[in-house]
């Protein structure tokens, strides 16, 4: 039999198989932000064995999940691209996946840049919270939601 991966296997094996040394860190350097959150089932039950990676140009930060579903990135502010509102995209691997799952964290000082941005305006309005960051001291909360009445936005890409 061939070895397995991740699309053949609902895990969980993400965590132990794929960070790397401060892999959190996708900029170590001053003035990063720290975007923290939850990874949460249809329930609102913590997914503790999940991974999320966040990218923007030049950024990569790759965060598993503790037994609270809890996750943590360093990053910093990418620039607008075009029309795009400053973002970071997001991709989702848990238990149960049999693929990837991928949203986008809008910044919340940026409501002129987010109201103008196609892709967020895409979005069915009463929705559109889900994509946005909330400030917190000293970090930016964004909470994913695998399903139910909170449900994160995802697109197929």
Known sequence: MPPFTPSQ?????????????D???AD???????????LLDGAGEPVSDGLI?????????????DPEGAFHVWVRKPAAEGDQAPHLD????????????????YFPDEPEANAADPVLQAVEPTRRHT?????EPGALRFDIHLQGPEETVFFAV
């Open 9 to 21: 296997t609902v895990g969980p094996f993400f965590g132990f198989a794929l960070p790397f040394p």
């Open 23 to 25: 892999g959190e860190r």
């Open 28 to 38: 170590p350097g001053e003035g990063a932000l720290r975007v923290e959150g939850q």
């Open 53 to 65: 990676e966040v990218l923007a140009p030049d950024q990569f930060a790759r965060c598993r999940t």
């Open 90 to 105: 997001v991709i989702v691997f848990a238990r149960g996946l049999l693929k990837h799952l991928v949203t986008r964290l």
């Open 131 to 135: 994509l946005v960051a909330r400030a």
